[in-house]
């Protein structure tokens, strides 16, 4: 059964990352890496301290990490933040990985992930995920892609925490540097559910501790002197539980003591200034007195500038109100004119339409007089018979003038009554067989067509009754024709339907061709009587019949526009009533304009006389402002006072001074302004001499009340306080001397205190067994300027109550600040600075101590073993912690060391990872017993085509010596 908790580092993963688009590099067995020069092979295992510390961040890279750059490199001991990121989180996708497992009290493992990306700004996003590595492979590379695997199609990118949280719940990405401290390095091995992340269990999480911590990652890691000596400060440091790491504040030392200095020689000049101020006292009680006067007209000032302000807001308030209302009075005045000229225009209209009205009544009482003989006739059909009349006049009165028309028109009469008369024997005729007219024999739809065809055809009478053979021929020809409600269609030809009306009766058209008849035999006696009598007919018959024609062409006018006259009356007549009513509405509104006028005009005046009143105020205060402005001019600290005061007194109530007040108050402040020049004047000394700091601009001629009232002030403490101040100086000068002695003593015993810890550190060392060294010692070199401090302090050592130590001490103390014993930076002493070189002595057997360098296995088995010595300190005393020591250029040292020094460290619970070339030997590799290649796979589907290299092995490859050794004896 398992009686510690371990923590164990699996392996390490780069995605993206170096120069590999994905490797894989395995931690708890003892290893080695080969590849080509440069390949990058430690790096990967180098990024394992990344994990360890507690860092949210590249910034100060150097002191963090120590990334150590190449040997041959002088510009630069460590790789910057800028060289690091660029290296191992190269673009968005760049992830490290470390899966760690935890081996429970009691039994049983667990595992957990830490994941670690860039963000911006130089910060690390840690994510911790209690899975192993396995289960969250697939979001950072497929292994099924070929023979070295590839991308994954679908990424994670920014989601990566949720799709995290999707394998396991209890992932969590941490912020905050507190919570990561105690993540990592805080143990329950009771509770181990409570610290699921722990990578590295720690006694305590003091900044002793986790510093201890970061010097023993360097040291694993560089196994370079740098590392060494920052190790042995740390454990020096660390030597008693719960004490802090050395800080002595050099710089802040000779601060104080110069401070003090000059606060001294400040409070010898107080004492010997006692009369001045005695003497400047007074004077400033007497200006103090005065300067009432100054706050009095600076009173006044602001009062009198209150009320310059109200009366010009008044008068800016009432012209802004008079705008509006002689704007609103214009505005009346113009509606009320156009109101005024559109009731003219309204007038003139009813005027026109009345004449008008009046016109078109003349017209339809002429028509009706016309129409009165015309008894049952329409106005066209009296029209049509004054048309009539008229061709017959005018006739008549052509025959009349004319003797060939005469007779034209008496051979045109006998036709026309011979005509009549047949026509008259026809309609009589017909009048006897009515009962036999075609019209009578045929079907009305019959006639109809007939009627379309040609309305005469159905007048037609055959005077006896149709055969059956002829009404059906009638018929038969009829049904030819289609009947529509427009149109009558024969075929392809469309004749137009005339309207069938019944036809007059045959007594009415023998009635009606009768009075023709007989007419045309009246005309045709008056025209032959005419020829046989001319003289009848002389000139007055003629003019009468002119005038008859003109009559009737009148009587024709006027009943010719008799519907356009009826038509407009009543047109005439609605828009009279139309403008009436607008004549009504206008005077209306004629009245309600003339009302709005009459009180804008009101308003208008009332604002004006407001504003006028206001503006002779303004006028007065103006005069009263140009008395005031020559007072500021000459006394300027009034015009200073007016900038913190508020007005006494409401302008409504408040009354404009007179002139009189002004010069009153002028005398006074010329009095107030001598006393003020006498106090200035005295202050300005006391600055001149240094005793007074010219805060308030009294050297700058700074004459301000307040700049004279706060520098006597500050003055005044000065020597109110004086005694309190000596008593203070010399409490404040045991203090500094008493404080200055503690870290004297304290410098003191550092020295011993390194000795005692590098014995301590030595007597551990003698247990060791490395190689064929009889023993080992750690050797310190301390700081030159350190140890002639600590020897020569002593000599100084006169410190009492009332002084501090002799300057001469203190310009030794200002060298040993400027020496490479204190840090140049922030001019603090410190453990590492103390320590100026560590290196081991080692001693074979039969030969004396020796300094010189050793092997890498050996010297790698010292750090080891003086690592291992502070490891056990630092750890949970139930924790223990594997870790991976690497070997870079393995190929470079004798083979025969392997083995012991793999086996030492294998005991110890830490693995050996070396990297070296291709080309060496089977011992080299089967003295590790698992190898990898690193550039023998690359990938199709990286991440970036800059990074193509993959390395992992699926399984342990293992390579045997006598495996070996047979492969030759059988080749």
Known sequence: ????????????????????????????????????????????????????????????????????????????????????????????????????????????????????????????????????????????????????????????????????????????????????????????????????????????????????????VKLLFNQDSKSLQLMTATVIDSQEQGSLPLEIDVKQLIYDHERLKNERAELDQLKVNIPAFEELN????????????????????????????HYEQRHHFFCQKVTPLKSAYEEADKLLKESENELRMTCHDIYKYEKELKQRESTLEKCKLICQPYVGLSTPEVIGALEEHLQDREEKLNQYADANARKIRLDKLKILIKQKTDTLKKLKEREDNQALAIKAQLTESEVRKLYAINPLLVNANPRRLLHEDEKYSISKFLQLFTMNTVNLQFFDENIDINAYNAELSIREQIIDCDGQLKDYINEEKELLRFNDNPTLHNASEVSRAQKEIALTKEDLSILNNFEFSFQRRNEVQEELEKLHKIKDIQKIEKEKKLKVLHNSRQGYDNAESEREAANKFCKDIALLNESIVNDCLRFPRVKNLTKSLKPNESPEKSQIPFIGELQTFAQKLERSKEAREAVYNQLL?????????????????????????????????????????????????????????????????????????VQSINEELAKAKI???????????????????????????????????????????QEFLHSDAVNSIDGKLRMENIIKRVSYTIKKPGEIWDEKAQ??????????????????????????????????????????????????????????????????????????????FMDEMSTAEPYDLKRVKTCFSPEPEFIRKHETQLHFLEA
Not at 283 to 288: H, L, V
Not at 780 to 799: A, H, K, P, T, Y
Not at 882 to 902: A, M, N, R
């Open 282 to 309: 007074n004077e400033f009680e007497t200006q103090k007195a005065q300067q009432t006067h100054e706050l009095d007209y600076a009173q006044l000032m602001v009062n009198v500038d209150a009320l310059r302000q």
């Open 855 to 932: 092997s890498t296995s050996t010297q790698i088995l010292i750090n080891m073993h003086f690592a291992e010595i502070f490891i056990q300190k630092l750890c949970d005393d139930i924790c223990t912690i594997s870790f991976p020591l690497i070997l870079d250029e393995v190929g470079t040292i004798s083979t025969e060391q392997i083995p012991p020094l793999i086996k030492i460290l294998n005991e110890k619970g830490h693995i050996l990872i070396g990297a070296t070339t291709h080309g060496k030997s089977a011992d080299l590799i089967d003295a590790f017993g698992q190898y990898l």
């Open 685 to 757: 000394q006391f600055c001149v001499k240094g005793i007074l700091k010219d805060e308030y601009g009294i050297m700058e001629n700074n004459r301000s009340n307040s700049s004279i009232s706060k520098s006597f002030d500050a003055l005044a403490i000065k020597f109110q306080t004086l005694d309190q101040s000596q008593s203070q100086l010399e409490k404040d000068t045991a203090l500094h001397n008493s404080y200055l002695r503690n870290r004297l003593e304290r410098l003191d015993k550092t020295k011993i205190k390194i000795e005692q810890a």
């Open 771 to 813: 190689n064929d060294l009889e023993a080992v010692k750690l050797k310190v070199v301390l700081n030159g300027s350190f140890d002639d401090l600590v020897l020569g302090w002593r000599e100084f050592d006169d410190l009492n109550s009332a002084a501090t130590l002799p300057t001469n001490w203190y310009a030794r103390l």
């Open 1 to 216: 059964m398992n009686n510690r908790f371990s923590v164990n580092l699996k392996r390490i993963i780069a995605i993206d990352s170096a120069s590999f688009a994905y490797v894989e590099v395995p931690l708890d067995n003892n290893l080695v890496l080969l590849a080509t020069g440069n390949w990058g092979k430690t790096s990967i295992v180098n990024a394992v301290r990344f994990f360890l510390l507690p860092e949210l961040n590249l910034n100060d890279c150097d002191k963090k990490f120590a990334f150590k750059t190449p040997e041959s490199s002088t510009e630069q001991e460590y790789y910057t933040k800028d060289e690091v990121k660029n290296y191992y989180f190269q673009s968005t996708h760049s992830k490290l990985i470390l899966e760690v497992e935890h081996k429970l009290i009691g039994g049983g493992t667990r595992r957990h992930c830490q994941i670690i990306s860039a963000g911006n700004n130089y910060k690390l996003n840690r994510f911790f995920i209690a899975s192993p590595f396995e289960d969250i492979l697939h979001l950072f590379w497929d292994k099924s892609k070929g023979v070295s695997g590839g991308r994954p199609d679908l990424l994670p990118g920014d989601n990566l925490l949720s799709a995290l949280k999707e394998i396991n719940k209890a992932t969590t990405l941490i912020r905050n540097i507190d919570e990561l401290k105690k993540q990592l390095y805080q143990v329950d091995v009771l509770h181990p559910n409570d610290c699921p992340f722990v990578i590295y269990p720690l006694h305590d999480l003091s900044k002793n501790s986790i510093e201890s911590l970061r010097a023993l």
